[in-house]
């Protein structure tokens, strides 16, 4: 999936709340509010001003295709004279605006933000306001999208030092009850969370269960649900292996339960007592986030019994759709929770950077104008104007829950059902949505139609999408170009661009142990099909057993009943269809384990295909397993799987002996002439062949020799466009 439902957590407000306790004791006691103290965005109005001074020229932007994005520095000045032409005074809540507009562009569009430029411009404002210590987490949050590490975690420490340490704010009388090491835990799980992004599972483990620690002697229950969410989040992304021994320390939430729980049911207990957590302390954004996390893990993993004692009653190890689809309902309440209290409230912070938008012009334009310039001063009305009701983080989190239920749609087999949620996310919520996550979604769109509409339509829609995102190198859409490139030399029987095409996939993976999983699954998957399209079996075997193991160890359990599938589809063109028949078995149980449904009607077909193989004896057997997957193979298959299907029955047919062919041709032929028609749109010769050669059989049985010479023209025209392959590279992959 997809980015992850954690990023939308509002980690920020939980790093100030404890300076909102501050200024809320000096408000009380008629204390000044000092300049330098970061907190959170409903009381930025209430800073002290001071007087700016910002240069009105840009100095860089950032440029997409097909839309632009303009950024632009500041030369501040200290001192507070009159305004000069091309220079206009801010005040410290406009600038803290502006940072906080710099912070949701950083969040936004992620690698593709210009390092440099916002560095030049992050480290001017730091040397002419060094109070200012926002700068520091900005930094930090640049560095950590450019996978900086150094840079990250050095920023992240000057952060926490000046701003949120005790030498970061002045002191508190004692009667306030401030306590200066309150906010430790908060550093502890921002640095946990750091190293998790860098995958340093390791060090991520020691600070959050640290945060763990503290966050208890504090009493500080607002971080514990956060970082117990953080742990959730790490114990399902790490691998159950990896995760082994995460939970032993005597500060971990389920240690007095004993030792006796696996790590899955620890994963439970701990999303249900962060869920808990998070409801207690009315953390909204958090509940919303423990419920996707609960639907996740109800996606992924089967039902199990917590108690390890007592009389047991039978269960079936699956999966419950029913929960997945509670836990995602329940996550999008809280649209209509923020919607009731906007109405009465102003949006979070929305003072501050409203007086932004009044100075965005049209592209190649100054965004900072000049004050002599007429007819360019700030709208008052519509500075004051009501903002949009609903949070930015609010609709981040709501349309994370759609593109979950794409993806759970998707594992489950309905195409129509995952097409829609991923429209819905594409269309309702792309404008506030991450870069990352709107890649998938846009993503998910391309490769239902590659599957169901053919290359030509797909590579047009990721022409369009290419126009939307910067192609960088780790991209979702550099990864999708990648796979349909691979499945269209596949199927022309380009295997040498195919395995180019596997090593470039691979490359984009993190080297790093329980990183990037996923991605190194599907280049492991592609390089193993890539093989046994070359005819090199035992090695494509060879890669698919490593490919099962891996995927395993890390519990990624959709990924190991599609490699069951190919170890069968392996054994199957290799001639040994006794050894293949165990594998499409051991899938099929996978399958109902998780209610892959398209998956298992897909092993169903394969485990027929491979007692077909065996002799024409089996022919009802096979024919009789088709007719069962068939229902789910035409109403959501894509075109390959659906014309393999066609293929499959009318070799059913033709190799029953009691079949006559004359009287009930009609029967073979349709489904040949609609498997035809569906790989001519995929380009797939080599399964196209085989279709015009079977209706040429059929034609020839029947008596019809001009219908049989044109099959066997175009079984001679795929044929041929096999035997031509080139070696030359696909203009698209430049």
Known sequence: ??????????????????????????????????????????????????????????????????????????TLDGSSGAVDHGFFLRSNWQIQGYLLEQTDAIEKHGSSFPLNALEFMLGQLQKLAPELHRVHFLRYLNSLYHDDYASALENLHKYFDYSAGIEGFDGIPPSSGFNNSGRYEIALLCSGMLHFHFGHPKQAVEALTEAVRVSQQHSNDTCLAYTLAAICNLLSEIGISNASGLLGSSYSPVANMGTSLSIHQQLFVLLKESLKRAESLKLKRLVASNHLAMAKFHLMHVQRPVLSFGPKASMKLITSPINVCKELRLSSNLISDFDIESSMM????????????????????????????????????????????????????????????????EMYGSAPLARMNALVYATCFADCASSVDAAVAYGKLIQYLAAYKGYKAAFAALKTVEEKFISVSKSQIMVLKLQLLHERALHRGHSKLAQQICDELAVLSSPVTGVDMDLKAEASFRHARTLLAAKQFSEAAAVAHALFCMCYKFNLRVQDASTLLLLAEIHKKSGNAVLGIPYALA????????????????????????????????????????????????????????????????????????????????????????????LQILEYHELAAEAFYLMAITFDKMGQLEEREQAASSFQKHIMALEKVTDEEDPLLK
């Not at 965005?41 to 020229?57: N, R, W, Y």
């Not at 789910?632 to 393999?644: C, D, K, N, S, T």
């Not at 009318?650 to 009930?664: I, R």
Request: a negative charge; hydrophobic letters at 40%.
């Open 346 to 409: 102003i949006t979070d912070g929305s003072l501050s950077t409203t007086w932004l938008k009044n100075l965005h012009r049209q592209r190649g334009s100054s965004v900072i104008f000049e004050e002599t310039e007429p007819g360019n001063r700030s709208n008052a009305s519509s500075f004051f104007s009501q903002p949009n009701s609903i949070p930015g983080s609010v609709s981040q989190l709501v349309g994370a829950s759609y593109l979950l239920r794409a993806t759970a749609w």
């Open 587 to 678: 899938s099929l149980s996978f399958c109902e384990s998780f209610n892959l449904d398209l998956l298992k009607a897909s092993a169903t077909l394969t485990l027929a295909e491979l007692w077909l193989s065996l002799g024409s004896i089996h022919a009802k057997r096979a024919l009789t397993l088709i007719h069962s997957a068939l229902p789910m193979i035409l109403g959501h298959g894509g075109l390959e799987l659906r014309a393999r299907a066609h293929i499959a029955e009318a070799k059913c047919h033709l190799s029953d002996a009691s079949f006559s062919v004359p009287e009930t041709s009609g029967v073979v032929l349709d489904s040949l002439r609609q498997a035809c028609d569906e």
């Open 1 to 74: 999936m997809e980015a992850s439902e954690y990023e939308n957590m509002d980690l920020e407000n939980l790093v100030f709340e404890k300076v909102t306790e501050e200024i809320e004791a000096k408000k009380k006691a008629g204390e000044r509010i000092p300049f330098h103290l970061h907190v959170p965005t409903p009381i930025f109005g209430l800073v002290e001003d001071t007087d700016i001074e910002l240069s009105a020229k840009p100095t860089f932007k950032q440029s997409t295709k097909g839309k632009e994005a303009i950024s632009y520095a500041m």
